[in-house]
């Protein structure tokens, strides 16, 4: 499974419209500048594949997926209640600083 990616990674925009609209201007002006705008389109899909092939628990049906989730959230909820349980108990006194 892949490393995951810095939080940087996960925000980046892999938005086609605005490249896939420069790409009809340039069109529409004859600019020889089309075939470098159809390779960052290019370059940007084949980033987006990357990341999604890399993205941990892809491989896993979404029948599965929701069945992991569900386990996750029910011990989400069952260390919660834990917690609140021992903080709620007060076992000793914890002095004041004065």
């Known amino acids: 499974m892949a490393a995951a990616e810095p939080v940087a990674d996960e925000a980046e925009d892999y938005s086609f ?3 896939i609209h420069d790409i009809i201007k340039c069109m529409d002006k004859d600019s020889p500048d089309v075939l470098q ?5 290019k370059t940007r899909l084949q980033e987006a594949r990357e990341q999604i092939s890399g993205t941990p628990g892809i491989e896993l049906s979404p029948a599965l997926q929701e069945s992991r989730l569900r386990a996750l959230r029910e011990q989400v909820r069952t260390k919660n209640q834990l917690l609140h349980k021992y903080k709620s108990l007060c076992m000793f ?3 004041k600083p004065s």
């Open 17 to 19: 419209l605005p490249i």
């Open 37 to 41: 705008e159809l390779n960052k389109l």
């Open 93 to 95: 006194d914890i002095p």
